[in-house]
Structures are given as structure tokens and as C-alpha cells.
């Protein structure tokens, strides 16, 4: 059985700072890209960053590039997003992703909350 957790969510204020971890088991992330989404109540869900599989490239929205950072440790089966200068704007629930064309594997989400 697959399953991606997602944690390192909570509440911080505008400037902070939080790192996500997607940690998957029942897979190994090792061949594949990986990437972070969010969801924003009452918006859709929307692409945050990518890193292709052997993290040579990373890709990133608009809105995030030159405050997130996505990378991965194939050995621990994990991949991260660290998130800085926070905006309240950030807030939403974060979800990892990896998916082929034989599969797409969704966690449960952690929610990052921006606020003074």
C-alpha cells in the first residue's frame, strides 16, 4: 500500500519560515519527479514546485520562486519544501505528488497557516 505523509505544517507569522517533509512508503520515489501543491480554501488546487528524479532540476510557480526551496533525499525516501518569507497569502493545505503514467499517489495534505 502507498502512502505519502506529509508534516512540518502550523501556524507562522508574515517573514517566518517552515520546512514540509513528504515522506512515502510502499514506493520509492527514487525514479520519479516529485511535487508540492496547495489548496487555498475556496481555490483550486495549484502546483508549487517540482524536482525531476535524480534533483538536477527543480521547477517552481511564480509566486513562490526565490522564497521556496524543493529538494529530496532518495536514501530517506523523502522530499521537502522549505518555505521562507512566509505571506499570508501562502496559506492553504500542502499536499505531495508523485505520479507516471501508471499511477498518481496523493498525501492527506498539511495545513500552513500565515498569520500575525
Known amino acids: 500500500q502507498v502512502q505519502l505523509v506529509e508534516s512540518g505544517g502550523g501556524l507562522v507569522r508574515p517573514g517566518g519560515s517552515l520546512k514540509l517533509s513528504c515522506a512515502a512508503s510502499g514506493i520509492s520515489f527514487r525514479p520519479y519527479a516529485v511535487s508540492w501543491y496547495r489548496q487555498a480554501p475556496g481555490k483550486e488546487r495549484e502546483l508549487v514546485a517540482t524536482?525531476?528524479?535524480?534533483?538536477?532540476?527543480?521547477d517552481y510557480a511564480d509566486s513562490v520562486k526565490a522564497r521556496f526551496v524543493i529538494s529530496r533525499d532518495n536514501a530517506k525516501n523523502t522530499v521537502y519544501l522549505q518555505m521562507n518569507s512566509l505571506k499570508p497569502e501562502d496559506t492553504a493545505v500542502y499536499y505531495c505528488?508523485?505520479?507516471?503514467?501508471?499511477?498518481?499517489?496523493w498525501g492527506q495534505g498539511t495545513q500552513v497557516t500565515v498569520s500575525s
Open positions: 524536482i525531476s528524479n535524480n534533483a538536477g532540476s527543480t
Open positions: 505528488n508523485v505520479q507516471s503514467w501508471r499511477f498518481n499517489y
